[in-house]
């Protein structure tokens, strides 16, 4: 699959159905590079059907079919593929092992080698991240080299961690078919698409679980940390990332948050989201409730997906209730 970049606008959404194996094969390669279907027992009339809704670096599907179907994926994914099973059965075999995930199982399809999946009579979702999201997620919160980070099993590390998954797969699907105005955020889809990278860096075994990290003692100058401070502040409206803020000081990911940790004693991430803390308090501060300013929108408009949590994190900033300031 291709990479896709930053999420810079709301979701897309596309629908299909066929009744065509072949017309069913066109639409899945459209999505996967080097993929073959080969049906199994096609009892009746087949039906394919896959709604599927991409922003930025994520899509989010629910394919479903009443057949058997063997996918080989002949060239390996350059996305990372994650499947939650509602219904049927997935039988995942890369040369090595093999795998069998039934309803409520959830998987990783394998990365960087060939696999063939035979998905029987399913429903399934399935979501596509770009690695660079997951990777971008693991430096920021571990300090790990990118160069060293990887998945290594396809199976979470726990059932309980593997309903985590799939509930947050669901989570993700239903706010993508949900209300339009959250999603004209791009804070708010990034936000989403942050939480799907944490958790995928929760559940599914991957070496900055295990690796052990040092964060460098050689002294930096100041002046990156204000090229990235400088940054944030201006970029602060936009679904940024911590690779992006790095660019922009001139230094690695590991090496800004080594300076940030030393010079500031926080996260990039932690800074970024100070300071959009702060400008929803200057936009509360301004805002009209008589007008039909309120709270809720600022949240969005600020890339908070869940209000208890913007609440929360504004009241232990502030000392306040966003309300009380909406209404000062």
């Not at 660019?247 to 940030?260: G, I, S």
Request: hydrophobic share 35%; aromatic share 8%.
């Amino acid at each position: 699959m291709q990479h896709r970049a930053e999420a810079t606008g709301p979701p897309v959404l596309r629908r299909y159905e066929t009744h065509e194996i072949s017309a069913a094969h066109d639409v899945i390669s459209q999505e996967c590079v080097g993929i073959e279907l080969r049906p199994h027992n096609v009892v009746g009339q087949f039906t394919y059907q896959q709604e599927s809704v991409e922003s930025g670096p994520v899509v989010v599907s629910r394919v479903r079919c009443g057949a058997a179907i063997e996918g080989h994926f002949l060239e390996p994914l350059t996305d990372l593929m994650f499947l939650s099973v509602l219904h049927g059965q997935v039988e995942t075999q890369d040369g090595r092992d093999q795998t069998r995930t039934g309803p409520g199982g959830v998987l990783l399809n394998p990365i960087g080698r060939p696999f063939t999946n035979t998905c029987r009579d399913f429903d399934i979702y399935c979501l596509n991240l770009d690695p660079r999201t997951v990777t971008e997620a693991a430096t920021e919160r571990t300090g790990i080299d990118p160069v060293d980070f990887r998945f290594e099993a396809i199976t979470p590390v726990s059932r309980e961690m593997g309903q985590f998954w799939h509930s947050t797969t669901t989570h993700l699907y239903d706010l993508f078919h949900g209300p339009s105005e959250p999603l004209r955020s791009p804070l708010v889809v990034g936000a989403a698409i942050d939480q799907v990278a944490s958790a995928a860096l929760a559940v599914f075994p991957n070496s900055a679980m295990t690796m052990p990290h040092r964060v460098e003692a050689v002294p930096l100058p100041s002046g990156p940390v204000r090229r990235a401070v400088s940054f944030i502040e201006t970029h602060a409206d936009e679904a940024i990332t911590v690779t992006r803020i790095a660019d922009a000081a001139r230094l690695t990911p590991r090496a800004l948050q080594a300076a940030f940790r030393r010079q500031l004693g926080t996260t990039p991430m932690a800074y970024l989201r100070r300071t959009r803390l702060d400008r929803a308090y200057q936009d509360l501060l301004k805002a009209d409730p008589t007008k039909g300013a309120t709270v809720d929108a600022v949240a969005h408009r600020w890339g908070y997906l869940h209000l208890g949590r913007f609440v929360a994190e504004y009241r232990a900033t502030h000392g306040q209730s966003p309300n009380d300031t909406l209404h000062t």
